[in-house]
């Protein structure tokens, strides 16, 4: 053996050793120790980093899932009870089901329905509207309409109308995040009960005045007339400041409501037609519009 | 004047990230935040000389005696990675609080190719001592230089319409790029 | 995804973090690695010698005419005005036939150029090659041989009458297009280890 | 009765628009452009129209195919481009060196940053940077001015400042150099090489009191560019004549008008408070000198402006304009 | 040279058309609506019911808190309703609408139009006949008056300012009011000075306005303490912070108040309101509004009840011109557009401002170009290009550090922008989140 | 501490532990690897967990929940001063000085490195007038 | 793992450059020819392969504590047998690499690799990542060393084709940045577009 290789060998030796000591305190002072299973549980997420959690990105939420000793108020809404049951699975945990929800946007104002009264030329931006003027018509609780929850949706699961000038959502792509609820400065938009087939019966108005100002306002109000609660068989519906509320989980979605409702406020989605037309044209004040 | 010369040529001529390509992840990933790239400068300068510092000995008084010049790299980023891990620890004990002050303030830790690299080329230039040292300090500045200057646009860039899939990784090269072709103006004034 | 199965795999047994067990395991993993690298080097030791060896040779060869000396060996130092140069004789059967001189030039476009020039005994240019230089592709590198013609011109000019400056500064020499720098900065260098070698002959006188 | 408009305060508008700011410029550059066409003829003619119209029709497919946004070509602001980049290429430069230039000026520059307004660096500058790096010896390599119908052809030769910096860097003396230069009346009538648009002094400044007049740009950047290049240049002459030109020679030369003047005024690039103009005009002034004086290129005022903007980010975060009723320190 | 502050502003055209027309009397109109929110602070509680009678003067709704002021009916008659009814922005808010009927007046008002000039009322009389009068800043923040008379212990007033620079383009009620009632003013300058226990007396007035700056002088020669100054015409010359600087060259420091630097600033109508309250015993029930406009076929200034609807306003000038696009209440720089005529005149209306559909919308918003023409416009030296891209983003705190609270929403950056961005709009959302952020601390 | 009188570093974390009159916050220092989804490709000592203690804090924490450590930036630097800037100095000057006077390559070498121990010894000495100059708070992420 | 996934993983949905944006300094360094970038390329997946088998092979042997040491230790002895090899039999090559054979150590992607898995995963899997995440690595190098030698020399892997020069800005520091920060920006659409998981 050459003069070089022992050299090499006793040189490399003395400083591996050398490294491997103050490694090792180094390791002793810093617990540099992520748990591991903080990694799994990220990977095991959508990663979409949404914030739906109410954490500030995925692995944040994984952190606390490991953290935490039960899954008390931790739920990834964008991945849903699947996901909570492969993050029980991994850690040896119960998984605590949640009912799945969808974003539903409560204002069913339209132009046609909403007597325009003014053109606004601000910022378009609905928290800027709301908190300047009432809005393009005389509801101080409709859409605005200047799709803030769309640039607030990462999923590109809600849109415009063009026709309507309101929100939709697109029931398959939303995953329940809540941001477009946070977004919208109305506070329109309800993360309710997903049904089979998406069904869904709701009150599509959340305006509190009374009635008469309300259908002055809008065609397709609520105007707090009851008429829906009397006849509701499940008393799902309340009734509170001049609005009706239908709750998701007591409605059993028998549709009589939607019947009842003298302004249409209260919309179905997703169920078959109706043998009889489902629109009851009660709207004799006149206001001047025409109902489609 | 020689040393005056050394840190001009290697702040501004050669840059170490715009024009020698060192350390460049960490000119990418991290330098978000103007306040914490002049942290980082002020670290990293220490960490790089003292390890250009240490490297340079161990090479001139012990690998080239005993003829294992060979041995460079493995040495020294046994000795880079150990002095960095050493340089925290000393600093945890010494101060706790401060030691948390730092934590808080720098979001990362010192450990990149630069330090390799200019611990390699300081050896390779046939420099001595004192070059090596003024060497790797300017190095180090050029590299707080690119650094923070980016941060700087990158704090701007954050608040402007940037095409989505230009975001992050991509407008960052492009505008490393043409900080690059800027300080190209520089060639030849050393 | 990773399913569950992966977090037994993580429980698996490890050699556990005792001092002593840590020390055990980079030692061996140390001697190991160094073990081989010494052997590699051992192995790689001869060929790289010979690669180095032979690019000096290359070099010479490539300027200066057939010898049968070893010049690398036989090499020795000009001082010059800056530091000094190193002197490679080239004999044939004892006479020397040229002298390669390894020269340089800091004034490059980009720093240091490191030229090999071979002389003939009355000091006039047999060949010059390009040993080492950073000048920007497609301009500067031009003053290597393989890149353009520019170095041909000085093959068997004497610089006692080639003045050895480019035509923009009334000299001889004609520059790269747009690479007047970098040509200038060639001219240095060969100047230099010209004025060195005449001193040499000066001082034998 | 027909609905009101209701928005929130102010109601009313200075009238002030992107597209008057940007033809307002372009109104600034005609008497300079008047001039290149004089001196240059057919070349000139032919480099700005190329940059001029690939500039906008880069602009127009770059939004239309690629950021999808509402079409901005027409505000002025890519035709100013396009001009400014013609006016600091050689005028002899083949036509299609000039396109890949406004490819760069508008796709690599400004397009990539999301179009007007976000980019960090001046679209036009990293044209010409580009085009130079890329082309040393098409840039290089100017026509002399009085050739009206050679383009391509043209015989071309150095510019003052590339035979200032050659003979510098023989040793020859500043008086001796001086004495084979046009005279300060020809540099400011512009009778001299060099890029297409910079030559003309009298009509770039001619340019400078519209813009200011328009209330276009303020004074801050031009006159701080300007005075620091004076300062040190007359410091430098003083302290050895003979080996640093004088001050005059530096302004009426090279880019220096046409940078101070309409480059690095560009607003996008440009810090935001009058303190930080000032600084800005100082660096670029400095950085311009000291690679004219030091460096490897005889002229520096692209690279000092380029350099300037990428310090733009941290001027503004750092500069901020006196706020109102500041607390006074001290 | 004339006087002026020294940071930013902008020159909009002044368009006063009605400058020298008469101050006219508007007809009370039928039915007025008064709200009970006409001043910053908590809304006044209502004392009244429906079906109620009451009289011109009487207070229908009383301070609902220590920044609050009193309201008094503008008529007399029966109380039709206590409803909400839109404001300005459209919202319903709380209001007492009143049917005129006859003109009977509460006890202790002095409806002669003779000059009052002697007082002898001590500071705390005058401040107490100043709470009862319901007198809030009628300069447009209608802030109540009596809580700038109060002096904060361990404070002194050394100035009081007159502001009578009115740099709204288009509003001339100031002025006219000046011309007409200049002696009552010096009185109420004398009432303030004295309520203020200050010695000095300043009046800013704007030089277009030559006459005014003429007579005020004129009358204030024969006062003690009291000067005239003619200030350089440039918006916003009237704003509080910007007076102080231009008249007396002190800087209110950011986030204090005039008193800070030893200044009580009134705007001449609280000043002539004043002297109404303290001399003649006459709550603050109408004031000057300008009604003006480009298409408006008589612009002029009308002494008007508060609640009077702004459709009479619109009558009384001949109707609503065929190209309306926009009724702004107030200035165009700072004033509310209204969705709708009925919205009634408040304490703050200084004028109604028709504008045509020509300049009713504003322009397509561009990127900004960052020409920093709104850095050099703002007058309190904030950067609105930055704040506007921090609100986008709902960067709230760093507005805070970037002195967004310091925003007076003069409008001057919107005005001057040539992207026409609506730097003000995301300036006030990004005031009202800051507001809420600092609340939160302090809680 | 007053938000106003400067500008503040903010750095998030999670409660460890709650002592008496103190909180215990882990943070996370990672480099621009450690955020994106190849963390794992990182150096090891790109990655490190910190523990902060806050003292004086009180207030309704609970153990895991992620809260702003709050700190002024002026701390932060000078944090940065004594604990690389500094160094560095005595490093480098006793480096340039020792080479000026003529002491060999090794010598000055091992002079300038030499410095650092007592340095760090004096710091430690010093620590709790240090301590004094830095303090951090937590505020709750809302 | 499927072990074919786990091959290609780092051509397109995990390639260090274009998407985990690791080890830039040799890709820019080294790019300046298609055949530069393949060779440095195909050098760091010669070590990446090595170390990968290596530290799966003694993952069990070494104390967590230390295994960062032990990792550089491996990875260093790897690049300097690449480096004394290069030397000794490519010495021209190792002339233009220069600098950036000794950086492979400190290539991110390197450790990375044995942290994330060969330190995880037996040896034959550890052999596949190595050797698939090697190659997208000299994938990625050749594809924009041949992108810069186009643009900027105007020829391909050494032939020219276009007389006279290309444009030099490609073969300098800023072109490789901004040619890096556009293949990343298409890298990233295209993995939207094709790879979803
Ligand atoms: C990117 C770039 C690289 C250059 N590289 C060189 C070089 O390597 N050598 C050189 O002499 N000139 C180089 N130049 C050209 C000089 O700047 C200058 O044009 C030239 O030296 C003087 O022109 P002339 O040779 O035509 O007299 C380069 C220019 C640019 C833009
Ligand atoms: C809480 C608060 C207290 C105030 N106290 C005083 C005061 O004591 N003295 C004073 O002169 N003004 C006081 N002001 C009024 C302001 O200085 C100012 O006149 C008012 O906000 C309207 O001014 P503007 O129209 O310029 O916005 C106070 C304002 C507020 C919000
Ligand atoms: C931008 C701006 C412009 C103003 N212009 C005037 C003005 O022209 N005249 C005026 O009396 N008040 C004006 N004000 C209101 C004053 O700042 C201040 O509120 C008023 O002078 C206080 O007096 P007051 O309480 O009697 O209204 C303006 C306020 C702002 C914010
Ligand atoms: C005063 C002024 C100067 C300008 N200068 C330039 C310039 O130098 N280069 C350029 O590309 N655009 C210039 N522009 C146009 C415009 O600002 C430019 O296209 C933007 O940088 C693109 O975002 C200028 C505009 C103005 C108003
Ligand atoms: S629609 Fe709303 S709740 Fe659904 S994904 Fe989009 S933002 Fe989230
Ligand atoms: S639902 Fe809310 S956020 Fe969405 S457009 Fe309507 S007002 Fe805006
Ligand atoms: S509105 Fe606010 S930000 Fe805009 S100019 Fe006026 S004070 Fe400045
Ligand atoms: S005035 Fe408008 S365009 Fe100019 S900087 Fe301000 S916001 Fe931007
Ligand atoms: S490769 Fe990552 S810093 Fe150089």
């Given at each position: 053996m050459s003069n070089v290789v022992l050299f090499t060998i006793i040189t490399l030796s003395t400083i591996g050793a050398a490294s491997a000591i103050i490694l090792y305190f180094v390791a002793q002072k810093?617990?540099?120790?992520?748990?591991p299973r903080i990694d799994m549980v990220e990977q095991a997420?959508?990663?979409?980093?949404?914030?739906g959690c109410g954490y500030a990105g995925c692995r944040n939420f994984a952190e606390a899932v490991v953290k935490s000793?039960?899954?008390?108020?931790?739920?990834?809404p964008v991945g849903g009870n699947e996901t909570m049951k492969t993050l029980a699975a991994l850690l040896g945990r119960e998984a605590v089901e949640q009912e799945a929800t969808v974003a539903v946007v409560?204002?069913?104002?339209s132009p046609q329905h909403r007597p325009r009264t003014n053109h606004y030329d601000g910022a378009k931006s609905c928290t800027i509207a709301h908190s300047l003027y009432i809005g393009e018509?005389?509801?101080?609780?409709?859409?605005?309409?200047?799709?803030e929850c769309v640039d607030a949706c990462d999923f590109d699961a809600i849109y415009m109308n063009p026709e309507t000038g309101l929100p939709e959502v697109i029931d398959d792509k939303?995953?329940?995040?809540g941001a477009c609820v946070k977004a919208c400065p109305r506070n329109i938009i309800e993360l309710r009960k997903k049904n089979p087939k998406d069904r869904k019966i709701f009150v599509s108005c959340i305006n509190e005045e009374k009635g008469a100002v309300a259908r002055k306002n809008c065609a397709?109000?609520?105007?707090?007339?009851g008429k829906c609660v009397k006849v509701c068989p499940y008393d799902a519906i309340t009734m509170e400041k001049n609005l009706a509320y239908i709750d998701p989980v007591k409605?059993?979605?028998?549709?009589k409501c939607v019947v009842e409702c003298p302004t249409n406020a209260i919309l179905e989605i997703g169920f078959p037609p109706r043998k009889?037309?489902?629109?009851?044209?009660?709207?004799?004040?006149?206001?001047g519009l025409n109902l489609s | 004047m020689e040393y005056i010369l050394i840190i001009i040529s290697s702040v501004?001529?050669?840059?170490?990230?715009?024009?020698?390509?060192?350390?460049?992840c960490p000119f990418i990933?991290?330098?978000?935040?103007v306040e914490t790239s002049i942290g980082m400068t002020g670290a990293v300068t220490f960490v790089i000389v003292l390890a250009t510092v240490i490297t340079y000995m161990v090479y001139t008084f012990i690998l080239i005696p005993l003829g294992i010049e060979f041995a460079r790299t493995i040495t020294f980023i046994l000795i880079i990675a150990a002095l960095v891990q050493l340089v925290e620890i000393i600093l945890k004990k010494v101060s706790p609080t401060m030691y948390q002050a730092l934590g808080i303030f720098l979001p990362l830790i010192t450990t990149n190719c630069a330090v390799l690299g200019l611990a390699v080329l300081a050896v390779q230039k046939d420099m001595n001592l004192v070059q090596s040292t003024v060497f790797a300090f300017g190095n180090a500045l050029g590299f707080g230089l690119a650094l923070i200057t980016f941060a700087g646009i990158r704090e701007q860039l954050d608040l402007l319409n940037i095409p989505k899939p230009m975001r992050g990784a991509p407008i960052a090269l492009i505008v490393a790029g043409m900080l690059a072709l800027a300080f190209m103006g520089f060639s030849g004034i050393v | 995804m990773l399913n569950p199965k992966d977090s037994e795999k993580l429980n698996m047994a490890k050699k556990e973090s005792t001092f002593g067990n840590m020390l055990m395991a980079l030692l061996i993993i140390s001697l190991v690695s160094s073990t081989t690298l010494g052997f590699v080097y051992e192995f790689t030791k001869e060929p790289i010698r010979m690669v180095e060896i032979n690019k000096t040779n290359a070099a010479i060869q490539a300027v200066?005419?057939?010898?049968?000396?070893q010049p690398a060996v036989e090499s020795y130092k000009v001082a010059s005005d800056l530091d000094s140069l190193r002197f490679y004789p080239a004999k044939m059967k004892g006479v020397v036939v040229g002298t390669a001189v390894e020269t340089y030039t800091k004034k490059g476009f980009s720093g240091l150029i490191k030229l090999m020039i071979g002389l003939a005994?009355?000091?006039?240019?047999?060949d010059i090659s390009v040993l080492e230089h950073q000048e920007t592709?497609?301009?500067?590198?031009?003053?290597d041989k393989a890149k353009s013609d520019?170095?041909?011109?000085?093959?068997?000019?004497?610089p006692a009458e080639f003045k050895l400056i480019v035509k923009k500064d009334r000299g001889d020499v004609d520059a790269i297009t747009a690479s007047t720098i970098s040509s200038r900065a060639y001219c240095d260098a060969v100047k230099r280890a010209y004025d060195a070698y005449m001193s040499t002959l000066v001082k034998n006188q | 009765m027909s609905i009101f408009t209701v928005s929130p305060?102010?109601?009313?508008?200075?009238?002030?628009?992107v597209p008057r700011l940007m033809y307002g410029v372009v109104i600034a550059l005609l008497p300079a452009l008047a001039v290149s066409v004089f001196y240059f003829g057919i070349g000139m003619i032919i480099i700005t129209a190329v940059s001029v119209i690939s500039c906008v029709l880069f602009e127009f497919l770059f939004q239309k195919?690629?950021?999808?946004?509402?079409?901005?070509?027409?505000?002025?602001s890519a035709a100013l481009t396009g001009l400014l980049l013609a006016f600091c290429l050689?005028?002899?430069?083949?036509w299609w060196m000039v396109a890949i230039g406004a490819l760069v000026s508008i796709?690599?520059?400004?397009m990539t940053f999301g179009g007007l307004g976000n980019n960090i660096f001046n679209p036009a500058l990293v044209g010409r940077v580009f085009l130079f790096i890329s082309f040393p010896a098409a840039m290089t390599s100017y026509p002399k001015p009085g050739?009206?119908?050679?383009?391509?052809d043209a015989t071309t030769g150095a510019t003052p400042l590339g035979i200032m910096s050659e003979s510098l860097a023989n040793n020859m003396p500043v008086s001796e150099i001086m004495a084979g230069m046009p005279s300060n009346l020809d540099l400011f009538l512009g009778k001299?090489?060099?890029s297409a648009g910079e030559v003309a002094a009298f009509a770039l400044l001619l340019g400078l009191v519209y813009l200011l007049w328009k209330k276009?740009?303020?004074?801050?950047i031009p006159v701080s560019i300007l005075l620091t290049v004076i300062i040190f240049t007359g410091a430098l002459s003083l302290g050895n004549p003979e080996k640093y030109p004088s001050p005059l020679f530096h302004l009426l030369t090279g880019g220096l008008l046409l940078g101070a003047i309409f480059m690095a005024t560009d607003y996008v690039t440009s810090p935001m408070t009058v303190k930080g103009m000032i600084i800005y005009g100082i660096g670029i002034g400095v950085i311009t000198i000291l690679i004219r004086t030091f460096?490897?290129?005889?002229?520096?005022v692209q690279f000092a402006i380029l350099l300037m903007n990428g310090f733009t980010p941290l001027i503004n975060k750092y500069v901020k304009p006196k706020r109102f009723g500041e607390v006074k320190h001290g | 040279m004339l006087k002026t502050f020294t940071l930013g502003g902008v020159h909009p055209?002044?368009?006063?058309?009605?400058?020298?027309?008469k101050i006219e009397v508007l007809p009370v109109p039928p039915v007025v609506t008064i709200p009970l929110?006409?001043?910053?602070?908590a809304p006044a509680k209502v004392l009244v019911n429906k079906g109620d009678r009451v009289k011109i003067g009487q207070v229908i709704a009383e301070s609902g808190g220590f920044v609050s002021a009193n309201i008094h009916s503008s008529v007399s008659g029966t109380v039709l309703k206590v409803e909400a009814f839109p404001d300005s922005t459209g919202y319903r808010r709380m209001s007492v609408q009143i049917q005129s009927e006859g003109d009977e007046w509460v006890d202790?008002?002095?409806?002669?139009?003779?000059?009052?000039?002697d007082f002898d009322f001590s500071s705390e009389e005058i401040i107490q006949k100043i709470i009862a009068s319901g007198?809030?800043?009628?300069?447009?923040?209608?802030?109540?008056s009596h809580v700038k008379l109060?002096?904060?212990?361990g404070k002194k007033a050394e100035y009081l300012i007159v502001?009578?620079?009115?740099?709204?383009?288009?509003?001339t009620a100031d002025h006219s009011l000046m011309l007409e009632k200049g002696e009552e003013i010096m009185v109420g300058t004398r009432i303030m000075m004295k309520a203020l226990k200050v010695e000095k007396a300043i009046f800013g007035i704007e030089n277009n306005k030559p006459d005014a700056i003429e007579l005020m002088s004129r009358l204030a020669?024969?006062?003690?303490g009291i000067t005239v100054v003619a200030l350089k015409v440039?918006?916003?010359?009237?704003g509080e912070k910007q007076l102080v600087q231009a008249l007396i060259n002190r800087e209110v420091p950011s986030?204090?108040?005039?008193i800070d630097v030893g200044v009580v600033a009134f705007n001449v109508g609280s000043i002539y309101a004043a002297y109404q309250a303290v001399q003649?015993?006459?709550?603050?029930i109408e004031r000057v509004v300008t009604v003006t406009g480009k298409s408006v076929k008589n612009p002029s200034n009308f002494l008007t009840r508060i609640g009077t609807p702004v459709q009479a306003l619109i009558d009384a000038v001949g109707?609503?011109?065929?190209?309306?696009?926009k009724v702004v209440?107030?200035?165009?720089?700072?004033g509310k557009a209204i969705s709708s005529l009925d919205v009634p005149v408040v304490k703050g209306s200084s004028g109604i401002l028709v504008i045509p559909d020509t300049e009713a919308n504003r322009h397509e918003t561009e990127n900004c170009?960052?020409?920093?023409k709104c850095v050099s416009a703002c007058p309190m030296g904030l950067e609105p290009y930055l704040l506007m891209s921090l609100a986008e983003r709902e960067y709230f705190g760093r507005m805070e550090t970037e002195k967004v609270?310091?925003?007076?929403?003069?409008g001057s950056c919107s005005y001057t922008c040539p992207s026409s961005r609506p730097l003000l709009d995301y300036i006030r959302l990004g005031k009202g989140n800051v507001t809420q952020i600092i609340r939160a601390r302090k809680n | 501490m007053d938000a106003n009188s400067g500008k503040s570093i903010e750095h998030k974390g999670f409660i460890e532990r709650i002592a008496e009159d103190s909180v215990v916050v882990r943070i996370i220092s990672e480099s621009?690897?450690?955020?994106?989804?190849?963390?794992?490709?990182?150096?090891?000592?790109?990655m490190q967990d910190k523990e902060i203690v806050v003292d004086g804090s009180t207030g309704n924490f609970k153990i895991g929940e992620m809260v702003n450590l709050v700190m002024e930036q002026s701390q932060g630097y000078k944090a940065l001063l004594i604990g690389y800037v500094y160094p560095f100095l005595i490093l480098f000057t006793t480096l340039l000085s020792a080479n000026a006077a003529g002491i060999n390559e090794l010598g000055s070498g091992l002079l300038a490195v030499g410095m650092l121990p007592p340095y760090f010894i004096a710091v430690y000495y010093l620590r709790n007038k240090i301590r004094k100059n830095f303090n951090f708070s937590i505020r709750k992420i809302d | 793992m499927n072990q074919w996934k786990n091959f290609t993983k780092?051509?397109?949905?995990?390639?260090?450059?274009?998407?985990?944006?690791?080890?830039?300094c040799p890709t820019l360094g080294t790019t300046t020819s298609g055949i530069n970038g393949l060779s440095m390329g195909l050098a760091t997946t010669f070590v990446l392969l090595g170390s990968n088998v290596f530290i799966s092979l003694l993952k069990n042997f070494?104390?967590?504590?230390?295994r960062i040491p032990a990792f550089i230790v491996v990875i260093a002895s790897f690049v300097t047998v690449v480096e004394l090899v290069m030397k000794a039999y490519l010495p021209d090559l190792f002339n233009t690499l220069g600098l950036f054979i000794p950086l492979i150590v400190v290539n991110c992607i390197v450790l990375g690799r044995a942290e994330a898995f060969a330190s995880k995963n037996n040896v034959f899997s550890s052999a596949v990542d190595g050797l698939g995440m090697g190659l997208g690595f000299a994938m990625a190098l050749f594809l924009l060393g041949t992108i810069r030698e186009i643009l900027?020399?105007?020829?391909v892997l050494g032939h020219k084709f276009i007389s006279g020069d290309g444009m030099l800005v490609f073969i300098l520091a800023p072109g490789a940045f901004i040619a890096l920060g556009y293949m990343i920006m298409l890298a990233n659409q295209m993995k939207k577009k094709y790879i979803k998981d």
């Open positions: 810093f617990k540099v120790f992520e748990d997420l959508p990663l979409a980093n949404c914030g000793d039960s899954f008390d108020g931790l739920y990834c409560r204002c069913s104002g018509s005389g509801c101080p609780h409709g859409c605005l309409g200047y799709g939303c995953t329940a995040c397709v109000a609520c105007i707090g007339c409605c059993r979605l028998c549709r009889e037309k489902p629109i009851v044209t009660e709207d004799s004040e006149g206001s | 501004f001529v050669s840059n170490i990230v715009l024009a020698q390509f060192l350390g460049i990933g991290v330098s978000n935040k | 200066v005419p057939p010898f049968d000396n005994p009355d000091g006039s240019i047999i592709p497609g301009l500067g590198d031009k003053i520019f170095s041909l011109q000085f093959q068997g000019k004497n | 305060s102010p109601h009313v508008h200075s009238g002030q628009s195919y690629l950021l999808k946004n509402p079409s901005t070509h027409l505000d002025g050689p005028a002899n430069l083949p796709g690599i520059a400004k050739q009206w119908w050679e383009y391509m001299m090489l060099g276009i740009i303020s004074w801050h460096g490897a290129y005889p002229e520096g | 055209e002044e368009n006063k058309f009605s400058s020298h027309k929110s006409q001043h910053i602070g202790g008002v002095d409806l002669s139009t003779d000059l009052k000039k007198l809030v800043g009628l300069g447009g923040a209608t802030f109540p109060s002096i904060p212990q502001n009578a620079v009115e740099c709204e383009p288009y509003l020669e024969r006062e003690k440039k918006y916003p010359q009237g986030g204090a108040l005039p003649k015993n006459k709550p603050l109707g609503l011109p065929e190209d309306t696009g209440n107030g200035g165009p720089m700072m170009i960052r020409c920093s609270m310091d925003c007076m929403e003069c | 621009a690897c450690a955020s994106c989804h190849a963390k794992g490709a990182c150096t090891a000592a790109d | 780092g051509f397109l949905k995990d390639n260090p450059i274009l998407v985990l944006i690791l080890g830039t070494i104390p967590d504590k230390v900027g020399a105007g020829s």
